[in-house]
């Protein structure tokens, strides 16, 4: 099983930023939250302060993790996904990795088409509630 660390950048208009993956990853074109996989010995905070400087090149204040769920997608490739809020960071996001990256409001993230383990939590953050 592979454990995962996503990120919800929230701005100061309450808007997310999600990041469409490039046609050469694996689930082409589909959009998700920045993160990635945490490596042996790293803390789930740790690895997504590291992750979030490789991919949009900034330096995040990880707050607290609003959701953790595992999933299987076909193939038997099972991930232990966990989400943390971002409010703060430093430094101007540049898209290192990504098909491109967006600003979006809570309200339309679910007019995009996000990888099957981020659906779940993109239709509760819709509701404007969680966050």
């Known amino acids: 099983m592979k454990r995962v660390v ?13 990041c469409q993956r490039t046609n050469q990853q694996t689930h082409p074109l ?23 400087d490789e991919e949009l ?4 204040e990880i707050g ?14 099972i991930i232990a996904l966990q989400f943390f809020l971002v409010r703060e960071s430093q430094g101007k996001i540049e898209n290192r990795i990504f098909q ?14 996000f990888l099957e383990a981020d659906r779940e939590l993109v239709a509760q953050l819709a509701t404007g509630n969680l966050v």
Not at 57 to 60: D, F, N, Q, R, S
């Open 30 to 52: 589909q959009w998700e939250f920045p993160g990635g996989k945490i490596e042996a010995g790293e803390a789930p905070e740790q690895a997504l302060r590291r992750e979030l």
């Open 6 to 18: 996503a990120a919800i950048i929230i701005n100061q208009a309450r808007e997310v930023l999600i």
């Open 64 to 77: 607290e993790r609003i959701a953790q769920h595992t999933h299987r997608y076909s193939g038997s490739h």
């Open 57 to 60: 090149g900034i330096t995040a």
């Open 100 to 113: 491109q990256v967006r600003w979006v409001r809570l309200a339309d993230l679910p007019a995009y088409d």
